[in-house]
């Protein structure tokens, strides 16, 4: 774990260093906001300005690099500035040295590129373009001035069911029009949905993202790809014949976590909790005490259904489900509001 960390770091060390940027590190997370810089006072704060402006002149040609955001296993983000723009703030996500040299990766990365500068809807992450830049490869993105659901999670713990469900509606309405555009998604989960200020939620990583193949099958590169806590039973076993449907259930694995504050399934290893995927039944009376509305209960059932044709078979299917419940509780609140 340490030698992971270590080479981890490294990496990060080396794409600062080409991009000529030393400046502090700052929160993990794809999308995670950069630290806010800390107080300080006589020499420390004439160092810590002149290292913001060393970290502004270097830059990739048309960027000003302002710091790191995160990294994951095969990329690193950084916040910058588009010059030509008026200093538009975008996101550089940058893939890894050794990961360019694979080129299964590197063709994984460029398909997410091509994936996010075509699409545009309002809860996709947008693209801007691709380049190289000293033999780094590097997307372009719009910035997301928000938090992750995950990371809303881990500060406030569960979300209050409406929230919650306001935000599998944009998700589901992003999912709708991609699959529109004949892909699956294949990564739902909470690390990958931002939510901005002002109540937007963004769908982010189509790095896992696969074109569906006619007869409802799908191309396949690796034997399962997504992330186990939130993997559909299907993707868990490998199968070759997933659809949309897969998608639903991982989002209903992410509803799960934001109305329970808690994972689905947990385990010791990724195989233990991807066998509880395909083999267990969720544990409905704990769902049950900890308070969960009866219609949000059978949303997560249907949309986690082991059998996929028990599941909801579009992400507008689903959506309408949703929508009709909350018309009824507007409908029983404005009756109340009229005794």
Do not use: W
């Not at 569960?158 to 991609?178: F, K, R, T």
């Not at 059932?301 to 509780?329: C, F, Q, W």
């Amino acid at each position: 774990m340490q030698e992971s960390r270590r080479r981890l770091r490294t990496t990060s060390s080396i794409i600062r260093a080409r991009l000529g940027f030393t400046g502090s590190k700052a929160a993990a997370g794809p999308y995670a906001r950069p630290e806010k810089d800390a107080k300080v006072s006589g020499k420390s704060a004439s160092k810590s300005a002149s290292s913001g402006t060393a970290a502004r002149r270097h830059s990739i040609p048309g960027f000003s690099i302002v710091s790191k955001i995160g990294s994951g296993g095969t990329s690193i983000v950084f916040l910058a500035e588009e010059i030509h723009r008026n200093a538009r703030k975008v996101a550089l996500k940058v893939l890894m040295p050794q990961k360019a040299l694979i080129p299964s990766e590197l063709e994984k990365f460029r398909d997410e590129a091509n994936l996010l500068i075509k699409f545009r809807h309002p809860n996709l992450v947008r693209g801007y373009h691709y380049a190289q830049y000293r033999g780094l490869h590097y997307l372009v993105l719009e910035h997301l001035n928000g938090k992750s659901v995950q990371e809303i999670i881990k500060e406030k713990g569960a979300l209050p069911e409406m929230d919650a469900l306001d935000i599998i509606l944009q998700v589901s309405d992003a999912l709708d029009y991609i699959e529109k555009q004949g892909i699956l998604h294949r990564d739902i989960k909470p690390e990958n949905i931002v939510v901005l200020k002002d109540g937007t939620a963004k769908l982010c990583d189509l790095g896992y993202a696969q074109k569906i193949v006619a007869g409802g099958g799908e191309e396949f590169n690796e034997v399962t790809s997504g992330t186990a806590h939130y993997m559909s039973p299907e993707q868990a076993m490998g199968k070759t014949n997933i659809d949309i449907r897969s998608d639903i259930y991982s989002l209903g694995a992410t509803l799960y976590h934001m109305v329970m504050g808690e994972l689905p399934y947990a385990g010791t290893d990724n195989m233990e909790v991807m066998a509880k995927h395909v083999l267990d039944a969720l544990n409905s009376p704990l769902i049950k005490n900890k308070g969960m509305s009866r219609h949000v209960h059978y949303f997560i059932e249907r949309m986690m259904a082991k059998d996929v044709n028990m599941r909801y078979s579009t992400p507008k299917e689903l959506s309408e489900d949703i929508y009709e419940h909350l018309r009824g509780i507007y409908s029983i609140d404005h009756r109340q509001g009229l005794k």
